[in-house]
């Protein structure tokens, strides 16, 4: 589902972020991406969602392959496909719980007339239904990245790329948002997180990938 293959990174100030990293993500799989800050983790994450390209090697992300420069058209097409949760939430400060996610669905041209299911089924799987007239501010920062995360998934993503999702919460947020990326991960989608801190990843039963100064280090369960 996601295949890099030799792929580096360089940035233009010649920085090297990611260097010859091989790494196969099959549907379906569960992958902490565990490294300390700068590791090359979030640089990783960017490549899958065409937020940035590698400057050599070969990335395939569902059959996309993003070595090859693609289309305007492809990249929406993509991106439809993955779901993104943020360290710092990145919700719209102004719109409500539903607004936020609604937004997000107008734009990707789901019909108006089935928003509002998707909205419901969406809240409903991080159990925040009733906060759809909240404000992110009315929001503890936990359920913040719980809207975030059903946000990503009312759009019925392939794969679901979380970085740092718990970097802001408590070690209770923390529990119910692993938990809540194991149940979408439980339902068929393929989950990519990253995250420095590697006792959520050991504690979790799942592939660890380690990056190191932009190297990977380790692959394993
Ligand atoms: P992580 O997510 O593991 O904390 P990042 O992927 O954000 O690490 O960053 C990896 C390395 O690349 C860091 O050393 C960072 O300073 C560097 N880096 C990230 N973005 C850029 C950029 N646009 N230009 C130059 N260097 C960058």
């Not at 991406?33 to 090359?40: D, F, N, Q, R, S």
């Amino acid at each position: 589902m996601i295949v890099f293959e030799h792929v580096s990174k360089i940035f233009k100030n010649n920085w090297t972020a990611l260097y010859d990293i091989n790494l196969n993500v099959n549907k379906g799989e569960f992958v902490f991406l565990v490294g300390p800050t700068g590791a090359g983790k979030s640089t990783l994450l960017k490549l899958i969602y065409c937020g940035d390209s590698a400057s050599s090697g070969k990335l395939n992300v569902m059959s996309y392959p993003l070595h090859d420069s693609l289309s305007d058209a492809q990249i929406t097409q993509l991106r439809r496909k993955i779901g993104i949760v943020f360290q710092d939430f990145k919700l719209l400060l102004d719109r409500t719980v539903y607004e936020n996610i609604e937004f997000t669905l107008r734009v990707i041209g789901i019909r108006p007339l089935l928003i509002p299911e998707i909205v419901t089924s969406a809240l409903n799987k991080v159990g925040l239904y009733n906060r759809k007239d909240f404000y992110p501010y009315q929001l503890s920062g936990g359920e913040q990245q719980k809207i975030a995360i059903a946000r990503a998934i009312a759009k019925n993503p392939e794969i679901l790329l979380a970085d740092e999702p718990t970097g802001n919460i408590d070690y209770k947020g923390s529990t119910e948002i692993l938990r809540i990326l194991k149940d979408i991960n439980f339902n068929g989608t393929t989950v990519l997180m990253a995250t420095h801190d590697h006792i959520i990843a050991e504690t979790s039963n799942k592939r660890i990938v380690r990056l190191e100064n932009g190297k990977l280090l380790s692959d394993g369960d």
